[in-house]
């Protein structure tokens, strides 16, 4: 039985219980690998990416997990986490931080010389991110960073350089994320405020809503001036109407700061990653 209670919670610790974490990272970068090779992606090398996504997502989880121990036996939703519960040590969540790095590192050798270099990078972001939350006022900034970063990594693969489109995909990635994870933060805001954590809804206070709203429509504008300048099918402009429904939604979500229906909100965005990359699909192969 113990050796169960090992194996779930490691299952837990990297969050393989749930994914919506996973798809948030994929989305964009399986829609980046579209439109940067304008429908012609390389298979071998975007099945690379979506192994690569899931370690180090859940690598992520892990050493997010191993910095705020001290704090998720505070607050009820994190609680139960493993580290916390004590099923899996604080040594055994660092040596499985470092063999997901390694198993990540590993896939680097069918990539080039500057995925490397961006990929180091990305990697400082991951590690960096979780310790924001403690002294930066609003760390979705980072988290805005460290989840495009695939983007990146994309146009360093296929392109071998970082060109113009990838880094308007980049920052239009970059306000998405700014928006739904200010969702989850406004489901977290008083577990935050008790444990002296940093959010972008605690900085942003009562305008809190219209800086989630703005993000996304920041967002969805750049996506979809992209779409013009790129001469998309117009079929890719269904993501853009997908996406903007989405918003409307969200926004009766979270309007009335409730945070259940925060905590939806902020799950509800893998559908917006999901009408991305058919966008994608629609607007480069049609």
């Known amino acids: ?24 990272l994929l989305w964009p970068t399986l829609s980046a690998f579209i439109v940067l090779t304008k429908g012609n992606p390389d298979l071998f090398l975007m099945s690379l990416f979506v192994l690569g996504t899931f370690l180090m997502r859940s690598a992520g989880c ?5 910095f705020d121990m001290e704090f998720d036996g505070s607050v009820d939703r994190t609680k139960d986490r493993p580290l916390v519960t004590g099923v899996i040590k604080p040594s055994e969540a660092l040596t499985l931080f470092l063999l997901l790095l390694l198993f990540s590192c590993s896939l680097l ?9 961006v990929a180091l990078l990305g990697l400082g972001l991951a590690i960096f991110y979780p310790l924001t939350k403690r002294f930066f006022a609003i760390p979705q900034f980072f988290l805005g960073l460290a989840f495009s970063w695939g983007i990146i990594m994309v146009s ?23 928006a739904y994870d200010t969702a989850y933060a406004m ?16 900085t942003f206070g ?3 809503v219209h800086f989630f709203i703005s993000f996304h429509l920041i967002s969805l504008g750049i996506w979809s001036l ?4 790129l001469n998309m099918h117009p079929l890719f402009y269904l993501s853009s109407l997908a996406w903007l429904a989405l918003i409307i ?38």
């Not at 892990?62 to 191993?66: E, G, K, P, S």
């Not at 489901?187 to 605690?202: H, M, Q």
């Not at 992209?226 to 300048?229: S, V």
């Open 187 to 202: 489901s977290d805001k008083e577990d935050d405020i008790k444990v002296g954590l940093r959010s972008s809804a605690l």
């Open 156 to 178: 360093a693969v296929e392109l071998n350089k970082i060109n113009t489109v990838s880094l308007i995909l980049f920052v239009s990635c970059f306000f998405w994320i700014l």
């Open 1 to 24: 039985m113990k050796h169960k209670e090992k194996i779930l919670g490691f299952y837990k610790l990297i969050r393989a219980d749930k994914p919506v974490g996973t798809l948030l």
């Open 206 to 208: 009562n305008k809190v």
């Open 62 to 66: 892990v050493i997010n997990d191993y």
């Open 109 to 117: 050798i069918w990539m080039n010389w500057l995925a490397v270099k």
């Open 249 to 286: 939604y969200q926004y009766g979500l979270v309007r009335n700061y409730d945070r259940g229906k925060c905590f939806l909100a902020f799950k509800s965005n893998n559908w917006v990653g999901f009408s991305l990359f058919i966008g994608s699909l629609l607007g480069t192969n049609l």
């Open 226 to 229: 992209l779409g013009y300048e």
